[in-house]
């Protein structure tokens, strides 16, 4: 009974908007479905965007660099002759999570249609990116799952990935590498959906700013209330 109390005032001073705007308000049914769209054309328009060749390589916000522990040797290793090396495990690991980022589609659109009005509520209240925040703290751990062995197959038979992983899991068991660094396909799907994250965000802000180029019309509505 006090969360649908809290709900209801909530979605009236959250929703309601002044008399004097040429718009009805909108509901908070309306409100849920919307950003529930939102999420899924986020998460759609992203993932196609990454899934294009270049789609990670090619894009500086997203390019997925070495694991962290490699990286601080990179210098050294492209001193002693290893640079070919060093370019080729950074092209395999951005190709890996361009060919596999598109396979997980369904299961981002099947995690966005469980925005609840509770979840509705707090982006509304939230910030610039606060559907995209919603997500990534909601999806991020089925998402690993579903991206994880799509990335082992592609990287599998790539000669510099082979080799990181045989030094980096007995770091890794003895906590001097963190879980995330242990294997290049855990790097690479780590980073994956980071970058899926960051291309969400920077639409949701552009939606934002301007809601007519959210497409659906009550898309427009509820974009136009949270700015």
């Known amino acids: ?5 809290v709900i209801g005032w909530g979605g009236a001073a959250l929703l309601a908007w002044p008399a004097a705007q040429p718009t009805a308000p909108v509901s908070e049914r309306d409100a849920t479905q919307a950003l529930r769209l939102a999420l899924q054309r986020l998460s759609a328009t992203a993932l196609q965007e990454l899934a294009r060749p270049d789609g ?9 660099g070495l694991p962290t ?3 601080q040797a990179e210098r050294f290793l492209r001193a002693v002759g290893r640079g070919a090396q060093v370019d080729s495990l950074l092209l395999a690991m951005n190709r890996a999570a361009e060919a596999t980022i598109g396979g997980i589609a369904d299961t981002a659109q099947a995690l966005a249609r469980n925005l609840t009005l ?3 509520l707090q982006i509304l209240r939230g910030g610039s990116t606060a559907c995209t925040d919603w997500f990534s703290l909601r999806a991020r751990s089925p998402l690993v799952d579903r991206l994880l062995p799509g990335v082992r197959q592609a990287v599998a038979g ?3 990935a082979a080799l990181y992983n045989r030094l980096a899991a007995p770091a890794a068991r003895e906590g001097l ?3 995330d660094q242990a294997s290049v396909e855990q ?3 780590t980073r994956a959906l ?3 994250f960051v291309a969400m965000a920077r639409r949701e802000r552009q939606w934002r700013d301007n809601p007519a180029v959210a497409g659906e019309a009550l898309l427009k509505r509820v974009f136009g209330l949270l700015r």
Do not use: H, K, S
């Open 118 to 120: 509770v979840d509705a």
């Open 69 to 71: 522990a490699l990286a």
């Open 158 to 160: 790539v000669e510099a």
């Open 194 to 196: 980071d970058g899926l």
């Open 1 to 5: 009974r006090r969360q649908c109390m």
């Open 56 to 64: 990670f390589f090619g894009d500086a916000e997203v390019r997925i």
């Open 187 to 189: 790097w690479v799907t």
């Open 177 to 179: 590498l963190p879980a």
